[in-house]
């Protein structure tokens, strides 16, 4: 048995949950959690609703309530919400309640006792007309490093360098954008993020299982070198500073530093109110509990990297120091780090401030739980952004998950209902038998060993062509034909589709949660799927289950009812573009130069995780292009290939980079990228016609 810990990325309480809450931070965790509670684990899976801040206080100030009307209004929606999704804590909380205050006073008090925090002053943005200082995420301007226009006060998302709100260029209010920010003098606690500079390097070494966003978003905060940052704010909502001077009345302990807490907090809440043992979440958090090595998963959006993969482990460092100098073990470091990119709405990244999105409550209000949850599981944007679309979301559902598997499924138990009412014998297995359970076991075996890495796409891809192979081998056997002829043989092709059945409603479990309780149950197994054993998926099937009339597994999506849904959102979102395919005139096509070029070398972008600097010999002239190839292939893959190159594009800066051109690729999907390349040998320059 092993020990996992899950903390998931806490959803802001000013606004509903969207699906690229969902998709980002949420669904993974359910499905990571749902996958090792079947493997016999001991699981604890936390998060809760994120409830202080600025934000809050002007969405109470704009509808004329207090901040505590706000945030349990959303609160509660979120827990409705991810009920409906069948996303299942152990304990979803909040930052609001006392118990959180008190485990994050502990928390400031033990770093303090370190010498890890002390009081600066420091030059804040200030808000005139809001007659209030701004926090760093209130405050957007341009990039000093790569000139992005949208940086904010903290971090800028584009190069994903951090920042302070008075390095940015034209500094603006999001709150008054028409009001000239000032910077005031102000006095706060600071964190010595600086003082873990070489614990963290020696920390993050052997990370080589973390995603390669995650590990190089963390090194590239590191190689700049750790800065001290403010842990208080001058705000008015939020945990006061554990300090009696009066100067700190008007001042909070700073969102970034008591939200990550939460995850200790919310797992010392869970043993004291869940697990009726106060002392409980100490297997999961300290170091070598009864010799047992806990390993805690953080999921998160890519915005999120640095303060778990960076602050947070540097909080529970220092934290520790306090510990053991009374005596107490030291608690245990993030394990991984799972950070998703971004879910956009058809190119648009979906966004709670600018209205963007596709709302989680309102997709669920329209369509089965399982098929939403499919449909972000396969899309899900691990390793890149990925898009919504409504056509690809009908698509997917009707054509995969009813069409593939759902079809499987429905053919096999009403063949077994009509011609057998139970589940028949499998007989002597002949070679299609023993193939298909081979597949079934191979399946199993890969799945387990990718869930195992905390990926999830790959993984549910493998299942569904294990759906298309039981299609494949129930058309090949045609047991409805045999069922007059060969009774014996219909049988047994009946017993082999059920049995895959049955491996597929545990292989589905922590996906498809719902759909596969119902088909454990039409299949006549006891209790719930969930408590199944996962390394039973691919074992015999014990005959006799009296099979039931069945009902189809998943209802088709209508596609009038879906295109309804893609007609509103157009309306509501005007910079939603069109996701066909359009045409252009052939004078347009021979205004595109594009020519045969040799890739002469491969560097890493300096200020950039996904992006090569690649130089490119044209024949007459070399070229610099920016290319994201970077997670997808190696650099001596692309050195000395001939590639095809727009070279009429318009140069763009990419992240601080000049691109003179573009570099084109074919895509398979996400995971598989090819440069385009040329068979016979041409010289560098030859024109594409």
Known sequence: MERILI???????????????????????DILARFHRMQGNDVLMVSGSDEHGTPITVTAEEEGIDPQDVVDRYHEQHVETLDELGINFDMFTRTSTDHHRERVHEIFRGLDEQGFIETR?????????????????????????????????????????????????????TVNPEVDIEFRDTTHWFFKLSDFQDRLEDYVEDKDHWRANVRKFTENWLTEGLQDRAVT????????????????????????FEAVCGYLTASMYWAKQEADDPEAWRRFWEEGYDDVDTRSYYFLAKDNIPFHTIIWPSILMGY?????????????????????????????????SRGVGIWAQDVLDEFETDAIRYYLAINMPETRDSDWTWEDFLAKVNNELVAAYGNFVHRTLSLVHEHFGQIPDP????????????????????????????????????????????????????????ADDDRDRAGQVLHHCARLCRGLAILTAPYLPHSAQRLWEALGQQGSVHEADWDDAPAELEPGSTIPEPEPLFDKLDEDEVMDLVATDEDETETE?????????FEDFQDVDMRIGEVTSVEDHPDADRLYVVQVDLGTESRQLVAGLKDLVEPSTLEGLSVVVVANLEPATIRGVESQGMLLAAEADEDTVSPLTIVDELDAGAKVR
Not at 8 to 28: E, R
Not at 323 to 340: H, I, Q, W
């Open 7 to 29: 903390g998931v990325a806490w959803p802001y309480a000013n606004g509903d949950l969207h699906l690229g809450h969902v998709a980002g931070s949420l669904l993974g965790p």
């Open 121 to 173: 002053g420091m030059r804040a943005p200030y808000d005139p007309k809001a007659k209030r200082f701004l926090p760093d995420r209130f405050v957007e301007g341009v990039c000093p490093h790569c000139e992005s226009g949208d940086a904010r006060g903290d971090q800028c998302d584009a190069c994903g360098k951090m920042l302070d709100a008075d390095e940015l260029e034209d500094p603006r209010s």
């Open 233 to 256: 704010r001058d705000l008015t909502w939020g945990i006061p500073v554990p300090d009696d001077d009066p100067m700190w009345d008007d001042k909070r302990i700073y969102v970034w």
């Open 320 to 352: 520790s120091d306090a510990r053991e100098a009374e005596g107490k073990p030291r608690l245990n470091l993030p394990y991984d780090v799972p950070g998703n990119e971004y879910l956009n709405l058809s190119g648009e990244q979906f966004s709670k």
């Open 427 to 482: 007989g002597d297995p002949r070679p299609a038998d023993r193939q298909i359970v081979d597949e079934l076991e191979a399946t199993h075996e890969d799945v387990t060993k990718i869930l195992e890495q905390a990926r999830f796409k790959k993984p549910l891809r493998e299942i569904m062509q294990l759906a298309r192979a039981g299609n494949r081998y129930i058309d090949a056997q045609e047991p409805w034909t045999l």
């Open 577 to 585: 573009e069109d996701d066909e395919m359009t045409t252009i005139s």
